[in-house]
C-alpha cells in the first residue's frame, strides 16, 4: 500500500488525477496506485517500505542499477559546472569525446553521431538521415520506408508508422508517413517455441524484403528499419541467417539498413552492440537507453561516414541537415554517459553480461511446463515467458502475473499475454536464480 492508497478514495483521486500516464491503464492503475520511493542497485523500494528486483533493469534501461554513485557524482559536478549548453551553431567538449567513445565502442572509428533525447527521436531523425541521404545522393525518388510488424520504434510520427504494433497504430492513421511497407515478423511458435537463442527456422522470411523490392522496386525504397531483437513485443529472435540476409538484400538494392538498437545497444546481448552479436552491420544505429543508464534522458543516431559525407556539399557555412532539438547532447546527459561508460569499461560489464546469459537462459527455461507456459524465449540477458491467453480476455493473464510477482517481491514487464525480464548486469546469478522462482511462484499462484 503506498501514501496515496491510504488516503480516503476521494483525495486519492485528487491526488492522482492530473497525470495522464504513458502506456498506462490509467483508470485500473489509479484505483490501485503502485508508487515506487527510491532505488539503489537492483532494487526499487516501494512506498510502503517493499523492496523489490528490478526484473527489466527500469525499463530496460539501467544496466549498472539505479543511483550508481559514479553517475550521481558525475551528474551533481556537471550541473555545477556547466547544467545546460545550447547545442546549435555552440558545443561543449564533453559531447565530441562522448561521440568519440560511441563509435569506438561500435567498432566503427569513423562514423558520426546525431545525439537526440530519447528512442523516439532517434528513430525519427534515423528516418529522416535515410531519406535525406538518398536524396543528396540523387536518388531522391527512394522516399519509401519500411518496417516489421510487431516492430517498436517509439511513438513519433516515424516511429509509429514503421512500427508494427496494432496498438500503437490504429488510432492515428491519417498522422502516419505515406509509403510504409512492412516485412511480416519472424515469430512461428511452431517451428520455435522453447529454442535457446537464435531458432534454426526462419532465414528464409527475409526473402519478403526481396519481394517488396519487387512490388515497389528498388528505385523507390529509401531504408529499412528493424530491431535486431524485437524487445517490445517479447524479445522476438532473429532466426539465424535472417538479419544477414536482410542486409545482402540491401546493400544490393541500395537500400538503407537501419538497427534500432534502442534496447540491445550497450551489452544486453553481452557484446556493445546486437551488430556485433549478429555479425551483421547497418548503415544507421539508433540508441539511446543504456547509453547512460537512463540516469537523464538521451539516445542518438550513429551514421555511417558515407551518409555523412553526402550532407557535406555546398558552401561550409551553411546549414547541412535541418535537424536537432534544444536538448541535443544536454550536458547532465552526456556526463552520466561517461559515467556509465567508464563503468561498464571498467567494471567489465558488458563481459558479465555475456558470462549471466546462460545463467538466465538456463534458469528461466526451467519454467516450462508451468502453468499457462506456451513459450520461451531468450538472447543475451533477456528473456520472455509467452502464456496462453485468457478466453475472451486477452493481457488479462500476464497482467495478473504481474501483479502476483509484485508481490513476491519482482518487477516484471508486461506487454499483451507475455512477460520479459532483462535484469541489470550487475545482478547476481542467485539474484537471477531467485527471481525464476519467484515468476514461478507467481505462475501457480495465478494458475486456474
Ligand atoms: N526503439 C526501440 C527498439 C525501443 O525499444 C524505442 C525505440 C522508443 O524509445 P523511447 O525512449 O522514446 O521510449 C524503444 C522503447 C517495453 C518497453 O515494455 C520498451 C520500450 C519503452 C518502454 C517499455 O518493452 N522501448
Known sequence: MSAVSHLHPEARDAELRAWWMPFTHNRYFKAAPRMIASASGCYFTMTDGRRVFDCLSGLWCSPLGHSHPRVVEAIKSQVETLDYAPSFQMGHEAAFR????IVSLAGRPKDRVFFVNSGSEAVDTALKIA?????????????RVIGRERGYHGVGMGGISV???VANRKMFAPLMIPGVDHLPHTYNPAEMAFSRGQPAWGAHLAEALERLVALHDASTIAAVIVEPMQGSTGVIVPPKGYLERLREICSRHGIVLIFDEVITGFGRLGTPFGADFFGVQPDLTTFAKAVNNAAVPLGGVIAKDEIYQAFMTGPAHMIEFFHGYTYSAHPLAVAAAHATQDVLADEKLIARAALLAPVLEQAIH??????HVIDIR????AAAVELAPIEGSPGLRAIKVFEQALTEGFLVRASG?????APPFVSSPAEIDAMVEGLRRALRAVAG
Open 131 to 143: 531519406v535525406a541521404y538518398q536524396r543528396a545522393r540523387g536518388e531522391a525518388s527512394r522516399t
Open 98 to 101: 562522448l561521440a568519440t567513445r
Open 366 to 371: 526451467t519454467l516450462r511446463g508451468e502453468p
Open 417 to 421: 499475454d507475455c512477460f520479459a525480464v
Open 163 to 165: 512500427g508494427g504494433m
Open 378 to 381: 531468450n538472447i543475451g540477458l
